[in-house]
């Protein structure tokens, strides 16, 4: 095993319009499991912001804890990061996006991390439309401490112990469509093609963008009996739509055929592409996208895609009416009120 | 016989049932009295719950200036059938009941040692408006205007009083006069007044201020130049969280009408504080404010903030402990739970306000220190000092003053830098690293916040002698602590004793109150109140130039004894403690009786 990663790149890959090559999106060299699911989900990340040509300083990653909240040392390594407490990621994100809303805030989380311990911050990150990504990197089971069920494990799901799961499973996309999540998509760790663009996508809302993203759990959870292992997710997987995302400025290259397709522009002029592969499918209606995410489980399918978006989402700082000037940057002439005004103050407690 | 005339030296206590608009009726009592140039000192004791329960209001006047609660009750106001056997019982010998005569008072409430005044509150209420919430809210100004005129209060500064507050409504002023006439003309008809008890024009408030400290400290931290406040609703800091909200929308708005500041009730006091350590990470000056059970609840999160470095102010207004405890009464009992807040070796910086001039002062002094030593900074407060109305010199502020946000590196300091950034590299021995702020710089600053084992350089590390050379430096940092926070604050010269007395935050009222009781009896006692912990170098001295110190706190365990013997690795034997710990305030009566049997000396 190597332990220190290889800094050199495939001369045909180009930098991108701001400058940056693909490897300076890269973090330091992963020390989970040999074929995790997380890795790949690193990896979309690193693809997805050389892609859309992001400032690495202009992000901020924030995890809780867990596997999955190991994984922000993988990318980005030009980004300030934040390896919090357990479950508590959301608020650390709300503050820091309180403090600067002109970085994009990213945070990782895993099903332990969000279903359980952190399912209070989770559920009212959602209900503040915070301005952010959440991924949970969501493999049903706890890896730190060797394999036990999380609150996302399916009902009769056997994990490697051999013990089928016999609780309910808390369906996250499900609940944070329930809550009025701006932004819900689900996907797999397995498929790039649909969880870059669907990561950009989240990156250009401007609100709650929530990703689900099956990633089995390679030691501990990808079992025969597992719901949540790559030939059972391979298998069971239903794709709502292939998704394209197109940023601002950009020109669309590909033709979409004409009745086959659906646009969804986004805030900052950005379009996502969706191709309809279920019919009927609106993403921005969430009564639909309930509808067949329940249809869907009870098929035993895993239904993966954009599942809806509010185009019209506002988010907290919007909400609050905060100055257009992050608040961070406020010097301290703008904010002390001086001595005159203090002795009005204290008139009016004489 | 004729009762001796005592002037400007006594205790009004007013028994009302909570929810019936009582409680700005007295304020404006108390108000008046101040403004009449009479120190006073209100407090409120009132219960967990909005409507119903029996509340106290209770005004010490002290021409003296003795802000310290005081035992005995002059005259007793009592509007509150449940409590009145209580009430009656808590009078004085020789002092005045004052009651709704609107129904007889039974046999069994007549005390032969007090006086009984009976004012027909509710019957001249009912006569005089039709409506019973109107009824129920002048009743209070008829009994406010008898108890004016039994004790000489002057009538027109009650009245400018009463039109300030209700000047948003200036419909209300003219029934509110006339209640207040109603109790006035009913005792001037039937009663000998003034009382033996009674008030006098003085001017011994010179520019003082009548607030509470938890609006002293929400403007506080506007002035320090907090921007995002976190919370979570509970007693008794709520209100300083209401108090900033209300202050920034007044201070804080820029020319588009937007906000300069982010205030966010929280899901829970995990969440607040966890929201204060993002903003404060991401460059904003963030604060939250709770009680001892959020201080519980965000014991993990202080333990990163200690171990990841990051700048927090938090407000604790004590009161009643442990568990849920008495919510609404006092204590300070939550010294040893912050002190050493969160699990490992942990130890954070603590400021002890004694009045809300300081407690002003010190959120402002504790968004420096969390900068300038990038840990998190606790101002322990209590529910008395923070939301009763106190006589306190007006809050101050020196316009050239500037922030000190500490040690952190701009873009221009990192395009400069030839050697690599180290986030927890102590660059010039005080044990203090420079951070940055994310967004900063492109190539250069980046590093990864955790709360596990790091190097210089913030990465992650197990190894001993990494972990080591970090939590040794944290050690070092907690000296330079020691040199920066608030020196103790002594009230004599030289010393004179070989007593001395140790007191911090509210209990200092009655403690230089008790100073000088034991002056009178000719036992002079040297004092130091300690306002910070880490403690101050001078505070070991003073400890060791006595003989015997007598700490006194408002606690069962005397917790702050225990910090110092075990910070300053003193003999147990050495400090004696005085404690309190009812959910009253202390009274300097209570402490002059504890520390003479506790010496025994048997003064005369």
Redesign the interface.
């Given at each position: 095993m190597s332990y220190i990663k290889p800094t050199f790149h495939h001369p045909s890959l180009k930098p991108n319009k701001v400058g940056y090559l693909k490897k300076d999106y890269r973090g330091v060299i992963s020390t989970l499991c040999a074929g995790c699911g997380h890795d790949s989900i690193s990896g979309a990340i690193v693809q997805a912001c050389y892609e859309i040509s992001l400032?690495?300083?202009?992000l901020?990653k924030?995890s809780g804890i867990g596997c999955s909240s190991k994984t922000?040392?993988y990318f980005l390594?030009?980004?300030?990061?934040?390896?919090?407490?357990h479950g508590?990621m959301?608020?650390?994100?709300?503050?820091?996006?309180?403090?600067?809303k002109?970085?994009i805030y990213l945070g990782i989380s895993g099903d332990g991390d969000t279903a359980s311990i952190g399912m209070?911050?989770f559920v009212?990150a959602i209900r503040?439309n915070l301005n952010m990504v959440y991924i949970v990197m969501n493999n049903g089971c706890y890896g730190l401490t060797k394999g036990q069920d999380s609150a996302t494990a399916d009902f009769g799901s056997v994990s490697k112990e051999g013990n089928a799961n016999p609780y309910q499973a808390i369906d996250l996309a499900g609940l944070a469509l329930e809550l009025n999540a701006t932004f819900v998509g689900r996907s797999f760790s397995g498929d790039k093609n649909q969880l870059v663009p669907m990561i950009k996508a989240a990156i250009s809302h401007p609100g709650f963008a929530f990703l689900d993203v099956i990633s089995p759990c390679v030691t501990f959870n990808n079992t025969k009996g597992s719901t949540k292992s790559y030939s059972h997710v391979r298998d069971h997987i239903e794709v709502t739509s292939s998704l394209d995302y197109v940023p601002f400025e950009e020109e669309i290259t590909i033709d979409y055929p004409e009745g086959e397709s659906a646009k969804v522009e986004l805030f900052d002029g950005s379009k996502i592409h969706l191709s309809k592969l279920a019919p009927d499918w609106n993403p921005t209606d969430r009564f639909t996208a309930v509808n067949r995410l329940h249809d869907a489980k009870s098929k035993g399918q895993i239904l993966t895609g954009l599942l809806y978006i509010n185009p019209e989402s506002k988010d907290l700082?919007s909400l609050?009416?905060?100055?257009?000037?992050p608040?961070?940057?406020?010097k301290?002439k703008?904010?002390?009120?001086?001595?005159t005004?203090?002795?009005e103050?204290?008139n009016e407690?004489? | 016989m004729e009762k001796e005339i005592i002037v400007n030296d006594l205790v009004v206590r007013f028994a009302n049932v909570n929810g019936t608009g009582s409680a700005s009726a007295n304020e404006m009592f108390a108000k008046s009295i101040f403004?009449m140039g009479i120190p006073v000192t209100p407090k409120n004791i009132f219960p967990s719950n909005i409507q119903g329960l029996p509340t106290w209001y209770e005004v010490r006047i002290s021409e003296k200036g003795h802000l310290g609660r005081r035992a005995g009750i002059d005259i007793l106001v009592g509007v509150n059938p449940q409590s009145l056997k209580r009430d009656i019982e808590s009078v004085s010998p020789g002092g005045y009941f004052v009651y709704d005569s609107s129904k007889k008072l039974h046999e069994e409430f007549i005390r032969a040692d007090i006086n009984y005044i009976g004012i027909p509150m509710i019957k001249l209420a009912m006569k005089h408006y039709p409506i019973p919430r109107l009824q129920q809210l002048l009743k209070n100004m008829i009994y406010v205007g008898a108890v004016a005129t039994l004790i000489d209060l002057e009538l027109d500064v009650l009245k400018g009083v009463i039109a300030e507050q209700f000047s948003a409504k200036p419909k209300i002023i003219p029934s509110n006069y006339q209640a207040l006439e109603l109790g006035i003309n009913y005792v001037k008809e039937n009663f000998k007044y003034p009382l033996n008890v009674r008030i006098k024009r003085c001017d011994n408030n010179g520019?003082?201020?009548?607030?509470d400290g938890n609006t002293a400290c929400g403007?506080g931290a506007?002035?320090?130049?907090a921007?995002?406040m976190?919370w979570y609703p509970i007693t008794p800091s709520t209100s300083v969280a209401k108090a900033f909200e209300s202050?920034c929308k007044k201070?804080?708005i820029?020319e588009?009408?937007?906000?300069?500041?982010?205030?966010?009730q929280?899901?829970?006091e995990?969440?607040?504080?966890?929201?204060?350590?993002?903003?404060?990470?991401?460059?904003?000056r963030?604060f939250t404010a709770t009680s001892g059970p959020g201080v519980s609840l965000m014991n993990?999160?202080i333990g990163?903030s200690y171990f990841a470095e990051i700048p927090v102010v938090l407000i604790n207004v004590q009161r009643g402990g442990p568990s849920t405890g008495m919510p609404t009464r006092t204590q300070q009992a939550d010294l040893i739970s912050s002190a050493y807040a969160s699990h490992g070796d942990t130890k954070h910086v603590l400021l002890f306000p004694s009045s809300p001039a300081e407690c002003f002062e010190f959120t402002i002094n504790a968004f420096d220190l969390a900068d300038r030593l990038q840990t998190l900074v606790m101002l322990i407060s209590d529910l008395d000092l923070g939301m009763n109305n106190h006589m306190s010199p007006?809050?101050?502020?020196?316009?050239d003053k500037?922030?000190d946000l500490g040690k952190v590196f701009s873009a221009e300091d990192l395009e400069e830098m030839k050697e690599d950034f180290g986030r927890y590299l102590d660059v010039d021995g005080d044990a203090i690293p420079y951070r940055?702020?994310?967004?900063?710089?492109?190539?250069k600053g980046?590093?990864?916040?955790?709360?596990?084992s790091h190097d210089e350089y913030a990465k992650?590390s197990e190894l001993g002698e990494v972990y080591l050379r970090n939590v040794d430096r944290l050690s070092q940092k907690w000296e330079t602590a020691k040199t920066l926070v608030p020196e103790p604050e002594f009230y004599q010269k030289d010393n004179r004793s070989n007593i001395g007395l140790l007191f911090f935050g509210t209990t200092t009222y009655a403690a230089v109150e008790a100073m000088e009781l034991f002056e009178e009896e000719g036992l002079m006692i040297d004092s130091i109140r300690v306002r910070a912990f880490p403690f101050h170098e001078q505070i070991g001295k003073f400890i060791e130039q006595h003989e015997q110190i007598i700490v006194v706190e408002q606690n069962r365990d005397a917790q702050f004894r225990t910090l110092l013997i075990n910070e300053l690795e003193l003999n147990p034997s050495r400090l004696i403690s005085v404690v309190n710990y009812d959910g009253m305030p202390i009274t300097a009566q209570a402490i002059q009786s504890g520390i003479k049997e506790k010496l025994s000396l048997g003064i005369s």
């Open positions: 400032e690495p300083h202009k901020a924030l922000p040392t390594s030009n980004s300030h990061g934040f390896n919090s407490v508590r959301p608020s650390i994100t709300t503050g820091a996006n309180m403090a600067n002109d970085l209070g911050q009212h503040r700082h609050m009416g905060t100055s257009d000037k608040l961070n940057q406020i301290q703008d904010l002390c009120p001086g001595s005004k203090l002795e103050i204290n407690f004489r | 403004r520019d003082s201020i009548l607030i403007l506007i002035y320090a130049g921007t995002v976190a202050y201070l804080r820029d588009d009408g937007k906000k300069k500041y982010a205030f966010v929280a899901e829970d995990l969440a607040a504080i966890g929201m204060v350590i993002g903003a404060t990470w991401n460059g904003a963030a993990e999160f990163l007006p809050l101050a502020w020196d316009d500037k922030y940055t702020i994310p967004g900063t710089h492109p190539t980046s590093f990864f916040t955790r709360g596990t992650y």
